[in-house]
């Protein structure tokens, strides 16, 4: 078994669209980023990478390459479980916490965790997201940005 982290943060503005755990949620404010900015998947994706040893997004997906502009990070994480698959690992289970004043994630939640299974080949049972404010304090408590952060367990397939 391997087990790796993720932390990652993207800030708010007024004109993007709102994508967590690839889903779009109704918000006056979006992510900034090179890609959609989906917080949560870029965790995810840090702490499949770290468990196996593999740096991380960064690494795999530079900010200077035009192809990864606006790119969907469902895609991204397509290609995540691709190495993952690759190296004879599968998912243990993920558990997430995504740190965000607001809007509500909570009624998301099951679409993000059915999203990310489908995408790591898993059941979504092995996969829990959390959702929770700062109250007020920090650049999450102001709204300036959201946060995430994922740990990952990976267990060698039985081949
Ligand atoms: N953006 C958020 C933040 C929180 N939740 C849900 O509300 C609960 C209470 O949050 P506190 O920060 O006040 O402890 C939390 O446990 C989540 O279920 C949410 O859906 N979206
Ligand atoms: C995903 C990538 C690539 O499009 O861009 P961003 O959306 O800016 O995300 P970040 O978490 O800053 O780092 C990884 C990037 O290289």
Redesign the pocket.
């Known amino acids: 078994m391997k087990i790796g982290i993720g932390y990652?943060v993207?800030r708010l503005t007024g004109e993007r669209r709102l994508i967590i755990g690839g889903v779009e949620i109704a918000h006056d404010k979006g992510l900034l980023?090179?890609?959609?900015?989906d917080v949560l998947l870029?965790a995810v994706m840090d702490a499949i990478l770290g468990a196996l040893g593999k740096g991380d997004?960064?690494k795999h997906?530079?900010?200077q390459d035009m192809a990864?502009?606006d790119?969907s990070?469902m895609i991204?994480l397509e290609k995540v479980a691709k190495t993952m698959q690759d190296e004879d690992y599968r998912i243990g289970n993920i558990d997430a916490v995504i740190v965000a004043q607001k809007p509500k994630m909570a009624p998301h939640i099951a679409l993000m965790q059915e999203n990310i299974g489908r995408i790591l080949n898993c059941s979504s049972d092995s996969i829990n997201i959390k959702a929770t404010t700062t109250e007020w304090l920090g650049f999450e408590g102001r709204e300036e940005g959201i946060s995430a952060q994922a740990v990952v367990l990976l267990e060698k397939r039985c081949l």
């Open positions: 990652d993207h980023g090179h890609s959609d900015a870029h997004i960064g997906f530079p900010d990864f502009k790119i990070s991204l």
